[in-house]
């Protein structure tokens, strides 16, 4: 099992490009999340998708748009890159949403330059 | 005030020496805690889960105090793959009722020779 994948690993952007950041798991997860991590801030949920079908916003939504395309897939797009976005992103996918003890499975991240 | 607060470190500590880490949270509705780690430039991954009665996994011992809304990490006999950065974790409930976890932003630990 390849656990939860993600692409690109590495992207420069400039400012007010747009682009979609992939993730995959092959853990049959209901839930999906991205989340961002930046120096002193801890990792910021932006959005996240309790099961198939369904998304909502986390903690620092704003610029950022997800899709949930099946229950492998959950991608995260940005519409115009703006330099606040510089960061590193991690997808995570875990049992179930509202059970409290799931484990979090993490991608290996994606490092954003805007 | 951050809901989950962790002293950032760096620890640097020599190999076999015993080290703690304390990581206070806000919100006392959490219900779940957890002790990450992460290495370098790679993913985080979960160390282990924290449990009222406190619980052992090897060299590693974590405890949980839910008066005082303090979570402890301690690594005894510490090795040179220790070294890495530490989240501690936790749980809470939304105004929706929506269930997520906060992350502290993490202790630096580094193991030396």
């Known amino acids: 099992n390849a656990g939860v994948t993600q692409t690109p690993k590495f992207q420069v952007l400039k400012t007010g490009q747009s682009m979609t950041l992939q993730c995959a798991q092959d853990?049959?997860?209901?839930?999906m999340y991205w989340y961002r991590q930046d120096p002193g801030m801890g990792l910021r949920l932006i959005y996240y998708s309790a099961s198939e079908g369904t998304t909502d916003k986390g903690e620092v939504p704003n610029g950022y748009n997800v899709s949930r395309l099946n229950k492998r897939e959950f991608s995260l797009r940005l519409e115009s890159a703006a330099p606040s976005q510089t960061s590193v992103y991690f997808c995570a996918s875990s049992e179930a949403e509202g059970t409290g003890g799931n484990e979090q499975f993490f991608g290996p991240g994606t490092r954003l330059t805007v | 005030r951050k809901e989950v607060e962790q002293d950032p470190g760096p620890f640097n500590v020599p190999e076999g020496a015993t080290v703690a880490f304390n990581c206070t949270y806000s919100n006392s509705a959490s219900q779940s805690f957890f002790w990450y780690r992460q290495d370098c430039r790679k993913e985080p991954k979960l160390l282990m889960s924290v449990y009222s009665s406190g619980n052992e996994d090897g060299r590693f011992t974590a405890q949980l105090n839910r008066a005082s809304q303090y979570i402890s990490l301690l690594i005894r006999d510490s090795k040179l793959s220790d070294s890495a950065t530490y989240l501690c974790?936790?749980?809470?409930?939304?105004?929706?009722?929506?269930?997520?976890?906060?992350f502290g932003t993490g202790t630096r630990l580094t193991i030396i020779p």
């Open positions: 853990m049959n997860h209901n839930s």
């Open positions: 974790v936790v749980n809470w409930i939304s105004n929706f009722g929506n269930e997520k976890l906060t």
